[in-house]
């Protein structure tokens, strides 16, 4: 029985190459300059680079990284593509430090290829969830420390995370929030949330006019100890929350607050496209590749490490 890691893109940058462009241009090379399609041709040669297309409407030459998270990145495609497959297949993620032992960079590179890989699990999709007979569930949680808050102000000084999961379809979307009032909650939910939907939540006062916006709202009161009354309960997303706090707690131990979304853009997207839902590893690092293109991150955007 062959592993997993024992297919030729993981070990081959030819092949890599090959992989990678089957999956960003299904119907052949496109540049990246122009948008051209119809003129392009692959350039061969001894000193001509792996995987160099040239565009015969702008005359410019490219490579599938190009206009990627791959772009300008000195690490062998084939390497990127067993870092992808380990954290799509990682349930609770994987370290910085186990990839950099395991794929035998640094550690900065394998933090900075982390981070360029939840870019691309990041959905782009801006499509409200649920619709005519559907349940969406509607949650807060809290996690990690606030540089410089109030620790004497309860949840205060703790980093605030709306979540929302469409329990048909099993999706998963998860924003940071500075508040978790009324003012603040009730517009995401709302911009993320379709109007037919029923709408299910905890008694938080945040959510009790909920019902004006939407087909229904219910709600479970867990301060009485009410955890569920047939379909109406929570427990969907704090499925969802226990997988995420499991992760960043026993996985990532630290987060700061400007790297939070991308770390939810990950969770989310391994969530999304669980293997009940019908998606196995291989499926997931499939789509995750398919988000590569247009999320192209500067390491002087996101940052030392923090």
Known sequence: MASALSAPHFHNEEAAFAFVEARVWPEGPVCPHCGGFDRISKMGGKSTRLGLHKC??????????MGTI???SHVPLHIWLQAMYLIAGSKKGISSNQLHRTLGVTLKTAWFMSHRIRE???????MPMGGAGSVVEVDETFIG?????DRKRSFHHKMKILALVDRPTGEARSIVVDKVDMETLVPIVRANVHKETH???DEANAYRYLWHHFYNHS?????SGEYGRDYIHTNTIEGYFSIFKRGMRGVYQFCAEKHLHRYLAEF???YSNRAALGCNDADR????????VGKRLMYERIGARA
């Not at 690092?285 to 590569?292: F, N």
């Open 120 to 126: 691309a699990m990041r959905s782009d999709s801006f």
């Open 268 to 270: 989310d997207f391994r």
């Open 56 to 65: 015969y409407q702008c005359r410019k030459p490219f490579t599938v990284r």
């Open 199 to 201: 709408v299910v939540t």
């Open 285 to 292: 690092a499939d789509r995750l590749l398919k988000g590569i």
């Open 219 to 223: 709600f479970v009161n867990h301060r």
């Open 145 to 149: 420390n606030l540089k410089g808050a």
């Open 70 to 72: 791959f772009e300008a």
